[in-house]
């Protein structure tokens, strides 16, 4: 079996995503384990939040912006599929959208056993540097 993706990303995100791009370039995500609005995806322009060996690539979204999650939140999700979405509202972080009127939250569901079984046997997945 393949693996299946560990991040997906609404059709609404992409929209926004593709939106935003075309604001300020290249974009990134990045997925902490902070309170509040930090354990919200938060949207950068691509190289604005320096990614480290701490930070773990979950995939690529819309087009190939990649979405990072801090090694401590991934141990705690690493049996879910995260999808990025979107709702109206604004949220109290630094993420792009939050001039749109909008904010982008996090959908998640656990995966099969055949799926967690595929992504054990893919590897480890790729950490920043």
């Known amino acids: 079996m393949e693996p299946p993706p560990r991040i997906l990303a609404t059709d609404a995100a992409v929209a926004l995503i593709a939106r935003l ?26 190289g604005d939040f320096r990614v480290g060996a701490q930070d773990i690539l979950l995939g690529r979204i819309a087009d190939g912006v ?9 141990e705690y999700w690493r049996h879910t599929q995260v999808t990025i979405d979107v709702v109206p509202g604004r949220g109290a972080g ?7 009127g909008l904010r982008f939250i996090i959908r998640s569901r656990v ?3 055949a799926e967690a ?4 046997a893919a590897g480890a997945p790729t950490r920043g540097a």
């Open 117 to 120: 079984d595929a992504l054990e």
């Open 21 to 46: 791009a075309e604001l300020h370039g290249p974009l990134m995500f990045h997925q902490s384990g902070g309170c509040c609005d930090g354990s919200a995806p938060m949207c950068y322009p691509a």
């Open 111 to 113: 995966f099969t056993d």
């Open 94 to 100: 630094f993420s792009l959208e939050g001039p749109e």
């Open 66 to 74: 990649p979405v990072w999650i801090g090694a401590a939140q991934f």
